[in-house]
């Protein structure tokens, strides 16, 4: 299966600057990829699908502005949280989906953000 | 829409005894399934995918079973060891569409 590369692990950043969040897929080329959000003891939600070379598709209530997507090769795609708040504060995983004969995710390792 | 956990049931086994965890998953057209394991501050891991035109698969150590007819999942983990602990998620998805619904969780702890 897919080998799936996230960093940073975890950042603490102050209110009102921005994190750049970077998933890598390392043995497999990703024309799309997916932002998940956790919160504690919460499921995983979907954010956004990351397209290589488009525009990302976000999920209902999440603010494009704020969550900007980049997925500029088939291999990378970054998450730039924006103008961070302590709501914001969360684990962000993103994963790949794989091709036969599963066709379920790999996920990231997850990238904690506390916001300060 | 999607199903969102406000908190996590919580199943505590003894080390060596069967596990089930149980998962009821929303949309009747879903045909495929997938349970994952995330262990604290890590990304969820596959363990086991299951199709709608199977009741049961099995891997080692673990077994899915599909229930149909009420919408029901559930994920048997035999000898359960204390490195089973952690969170299993159920996941659900119709064929042709990208998006898995996760539900809601459920955290295994191992008793020693």
């Known amino acids: 299966g897919a080998v799936v590369s996230q960093h940073p692990s975890r950042v603490i950043c102050k209110s009102g600057t921005s994190v750049k969040i970077e998933c890598r897929s390392l043995?497999?080329?990703?024309?799309?990829m997916f932002w998940y959000r956790q919160f504690p003891k919460q499921s995983l939600m979907l954010m956004a699908t990351?397209?290589?070379?488009?525009?990302?598709?976000?999920e209902q209530g999440v603010e494009k502005d704020k969550f900007l997507i980049n997925h500029a090769s088939l291999t990378l795609s970054t998450l730039t949280v924006t103008s961070a708040h302590p709501e914001d504060s969360s684990f962000y995983i993103c994963?790949?989906?794989?091709?036969?004969?599963?066709?379920?995710?790999?996920f990231g390792s997850g990238t904690r953000l506390t916001v300060v | 829409g999607e199903s969102v956990g406000l908190h996590l049931p919580t199943l505590s086994v003894q080390e060596g005894d069967n596990s089930i965890i149980n998962c009821a998953y929303s949309n009747s057209a879903s045909d495929y399934f997938i349970w994952y394991k995330q262990e604290s501050g890590k990304g969820p891991q596959f363990i086991i995918d299951?199709?709608?035109?199977?009741d049961k698969r099995q891997g080692q150590r673990v077994t899915v079973l599909l229930n149909k007819t009420v919408k029901h999942l559930s994920l048997q983990i035999a000898a359960t060891q204390p490195g089973d602990s952690a969170v299993y998620f159920c996941a659900e998805n119709t064929s042709g569409t990208y998006k898995y619904i996760f539900g809601t969780g459920t955290r295994l702890k191992v008793l020693a």
């Open positions: 043995d497999f080329q990703a024309t799309t």
């Open positions: 994963s790949v989906r794989q091709g036969v004969p599963s066709y379920g995710y790999t």
């Open positions: 299951i199709r709608s035109n199977m």
């Open positions: 990351s397209n290589e070379g488009s525009k990302a598709t976000y």
